[in-house]
């Protein structure tokens, strides 16, 4: 098993961005993806393991060791102990429903902006 690259940020409260964040808060470092700031990011993380697209099970399996040493800091209790208890492979189709997910987004935000509606306020 890899060794985590996890460390915990200490600089809660004060970022403008994602892109604020160092690569060492992440579970997948060198993707980016699924940040581990916090308990409620930790359950994040394991939750969506399996939606990740386009990582190597070395990258699985270092991103899981984050997760075990996020968890552990953070009191998060963690029942898997091996990342293919999370999920070996990605979600089938996962591109194409992102892709479709994103045109119906735009259709709905090309149609509140045509009535002067918004998500839960009027224009005014």
Not at 18 to 24: C, E, G, I, T
Not at 54 to 73: G, H, P, T
């Amino acid at each position: 098993m890899p060794e985590a690259t996890w460390k915990p940020h200490e600089k809660h409260g004060q970022l403008t961005t994602q892109s604020d964040l160092p690569d060492s808060v992440y579970a997948f470092p060198k993707q980016r993806k699924e940040p581990l700031t916090d308990a409620e990011h930790v359950r994040n993380a394991v939750a969506r393991f399996d939606q990740v697209i386009d990582v190597s099970d070395a990258d699985r399996a270092l991103a899981f060791a984050n997760i075990e040493k996020a968890a552990k800091y953070y009191d998060v209790n963690l029942a898997e102990t091996s990342w293919h208890d999370l999920g070996i492979h990605p979600q089938k189709n996962r591109r194409e429903a992102a892709a479709k997910g994103a045109v119906t987004r735009e259709r709905r935000e090309q149609s509140e902006e045509s009535t002067g509606q918004r998500v839960g306020r009027q224009k005014k």
